[in-house]
């Protein structure tokens, strides 16, 4: 009989990737586990500018690491500090849709959880499914929906987590509270709301804008929530926030969605989501 399906790779290989990355941070600086991890979505690698005393290690170095490929991604690993805290920045992800599977998808995330990462903040491009929605508007994801497969299907490894994670809380309470306190600060409207993940990369028709609306949901993706799963599943705190880039609600006739209008919207909005983070690693 064949063997039941692995979720996760051989611990080896976690061990590689972290080995690799810590002794290229450590020719620069002296090694400190990231107090935070953040993951920069389509458009947004712009938050990487803000980085100082920073390593660059692009994926295609980093052993096992798969290849990013979307567009906005740039593919690199940057080392170093935002607002007085130790952070690694990934300036781009990878998809499901890419013809990844959702082991490689998620590699990164355990990678983090052995080096040690004490947060997780994950952002993203997203189209607008709430009525009250606009091009450029901020969203903290408070809850999600998920489409794509479960990152979890298959033998679980309790070295990073238990085989039924709780999934009540996956974005955590106190760091909603203070990206609401921070944004505040700033003089940034920020959105709270649900966000649903499809596996793309077909862009939604109208009619399942509609139902997602329907089903609760305020913005639509194509990534994030099996890196949330991942890292909940390895005890990891995660707050996430999309930036809203096209109108996924109002469709005129000669209406069509563009990768390249979403890119352009996101590195438009990519400062106030930035400064947004910031100022939450500050405070924490």
């Known amino acids: 009989m064949e063997e039941t399906i692995m979720n996760v790779y051989p611990m080896e290989a976690y061990e590689a990737s972290a080995e690799y990355i810590k002794n290229r941070v450590s020719e620069n600086r002296q090694w400190q586990a990231p107090f935070a991890c953040i993951i920069l979505g389509s458009g947004l690698g712009r938050m990487a500018d803000m980085i100082e005393n920073k390593t660059v290690i692009p994926y295609k170095d980093i052993p096992n690491f798969p290849q990013s490929t979307a567009a906005g991604h740039k593919g690199n690993l940057i080392f170093g500090e935002i607002g007085g805290k130790n952070v690694v920045a990934m300036q781009g992800r990878f998809h499901y849709y890419e013809g990844y599977g959702m082991k490689q998808v998620t590699f990164p995330v355990r990678v983090m959880k052995m080096l040690g990462a004490g947060y997780l903040f994950v952002s993203n491009a997203a189209g607008g499914i ?34 039924f994670p709780d999934m009540t809380r996956p974005y955590d309470l106190s760091l909603i509270r203070l990206a609401e306190e921070a944004a505040a600060s700033l003089g940034h409207k920020v959105w709270k709301g649900v966000y649903i993940a499809g596996t793309g990369p077909s862009y939604e028709t109208p009619s399942e804008y509609e139902f997602f609306r329907r089903a609760g949901a305020d913005a639509v993706g194509m990534s994030t929530v099996p890196e949330v799963i991942v890292a909940r599943h390895s005890g990891i705190p995660v707050f996430g926030m999309s930036v809203i880039t096209n109108q996924a609600h109002h469709f005129a006739e000669d209406f069509v969605n563009d990768g390249d209008d979403v890119v352009r919207a996101a590195d438009e909005a990519a400062g106030k989501m930035t400064s947004i983070f910031v100022e939450m690693l500050k405070r924490l």
């Not at 009525?131 to 994801?141: A, F, P, R």
């Not at 497969?149 to 238990?162: M, Q």
């Open 130 to 163: 709430n009525y009250d929605y606009k091009v450029g508007d901020l969203m903290i994801i408070r809850d999600h929906i998920n489409l794509m497969p479960n990152p979890l299907v298959g033998r679980n490894d309790e070295r990073f987590g238990p085989r």
